[in-house]
Nanobody
Framework: QVQVAESGGGLVQAGGSLRLSCTVS????????MGWFRQGPGKEREGIACINWSGSSTYYADSVKGRFTISRDNAKNTLYLQMNSLKPEDTAMYAC???????????????????WGQGTQVTVSS
């Protein structure tokens, strides 16, 4: 059973940065793609970034492209999301999940990912 634990969220001013982490257990981490998702108040869950098994291929939603960077450390079974130039509209609960396969072909769809954790709250003040 896949288990994930997100951390690193918090309150930050607009223009600031945060780095989220996601530790994963219950699967062979470097066999699977990983994704980051977020759900803001009153909004649907949005897939914002994903990375293939090796870290050589990444995709981003237009809403975060150029500001967020997804990465992974397979030796530590950990996924990261570096978030720069944060905006108030980035306020959301952020969660990671494991893909059903090793590869990625576009921004992540929640229907292709599993192992949802509790998430970590990111709040950006104006």
């Amino acid at each position: 059973q896949v288990q994930v634990a997100e951390s690193g969220g918090g309150l930050v001013q607009a223009g600031g940065s945060l780095r989220l982490s996601c530790t994963v257990s219950g699967l062979t981490f470097d066999d699977y793609a990983m994704g980051w998702f977020r759900q803001g108040p009153g909004k649907e869950r949005e897939g914002i970034a994903c990375i293939n098994w090796s870290g050589s291929s990444t995709y981003y939603a237009d809403s975060v492209k150029g500001r967020f960077t997804i990465s992974r450390d397979n030796a530590k079974n950990t996924l990261y999301l570096q978030m720069n130039s944060l905006k108030p509209e980035d306020t959301a609960m952020y969660a990671c999940a494991a893909g059903n396969g090793a590869m990625v072909a576009g921004p992540p769809s929640e229907y292709e990912y599993r192992g949802w954790g509790q998430g970590t709250q990111v709040t950006v003040s104006s």
